[in-house]
């Protein structure tokens, strides 16, 4: 079931350096939200704090309140394993697990949460492949390196991997930067229907696919070199790309600055 994510004065620092502050922003189920801005304002790192990614890093670490469907992800006793299994994440380089076939990069999560008979695993394969829109090509070549695909197809795998343990909320950090146009719109397409099941949360520096795959988008930005990246403007796609509240998300949106 996919879940709304409210965040409340998220703020995030590395070690001393802040590098998002106070960020509030509500995201609907089944939707796609785009989070859009210049370089360095922050998308990644507030993506990282929705799935508790961020405080990996030494020194690294999150105020404020994040929410999924009401519950905090940051209580002191909550499972960070299970908030990660509820949230999964997508990344900017295709990283199938390079030496196992296309089935076994399908269910490594499935077989790390302790699902073992065959059967299973193969029809939760099978399952995630056709969500990812992958399964024909791959279906009789199941046993083979997931490193021998295309680059596409190595992205749409890690999707796969990713809705196989079926988490309620998505995360894509700039999905397609590393893929040729074809295989963009094959993942765009990809998202338009993955919404129907998940809330999906992409970080974008293509304008165009922010509008073109989005319900909603947030406009981040920097005011100068060391301040903390901040939520400029949050509303629908359209409002967004048609007539923004905000000037600076006009000059952004236009290529006037960023
Ligand atoms: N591991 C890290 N250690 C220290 N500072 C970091 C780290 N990762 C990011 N930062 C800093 O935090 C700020 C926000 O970075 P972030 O990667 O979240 O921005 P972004 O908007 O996603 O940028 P881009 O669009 O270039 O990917 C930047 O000033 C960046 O240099």
Not at 40 to 62: D, Q, W, Y
Not at 83 to 100: D, K, L
Request: overall charge neutral; hydrophobic content about 40%.
């Amino acid at each position: 079931m996919a879940k709304r994510v409210e965040a409340t004065g998220v703020t995030a620092y590395y070690g001393s350096f802040k590098a998002i502050d106070d960020i509030n922003l509500n995201v609907e189920p089944k939707s796609v939200t785009a989070l859009i801005g210049p370089s360095g304002c922050g998308k990644s790192t507030f993506l990282r704090t929705i799935n508790r990614m961020h405080e990996v890093l030494p020194g690294a670490r999150v105020e404020g309140r994040l929410t999924v469907d009401d519950e905090d992800i940051y209580a002191k006793d909550v499972d960070v394993t299970a908030v990660r299994r509820m949230i999964g994440m997508v990344f900017q380089r295709p990283n199938p697990f390079p030496t196992m076939s296309i089935f076994d990069n399908v269910v490594a999560g499935l077989r790390l949460n302790g699902v073992r008979r065959k059967s299973v695993l193969q029809e939760a394969a099978e399952k995630a492949l056709v969500s990812a829109n992958l399964w024909d090509e791959v279906k009789d070549r199941l046993g083979k390196p997931g490193a021998g695909l295309s680059g596409g197809q190595q992205q749409r795998l890690c999707i796969a991997r990713t809705i196989a343990v079926e988490p309620q909320v998505v995360l894509m950090d700039e999905p397609c930067s590393a893929l040729d146009p074809i295989s963009t719109l094959a993942i765009e397409d990809l998202m338009f229907k993955l919404k129907d099941s998940y809330t999906i949360i992409i970080v974008t520096h293509n304008m165009q696919q922010a509008a073109r795959v989005s319900d909603r988008t947030a406009f981040f930005t920097i005011d100068r070199t060391g301040d903390p990246g901040r939520l400029v403007e949050y509303d629908t796609t359209q409002k967004m790309f048609s007539s923004p509240s905000e000037k600076k998300t006009e000059d952004y949106i236009t290529g006037r600055f960023g």
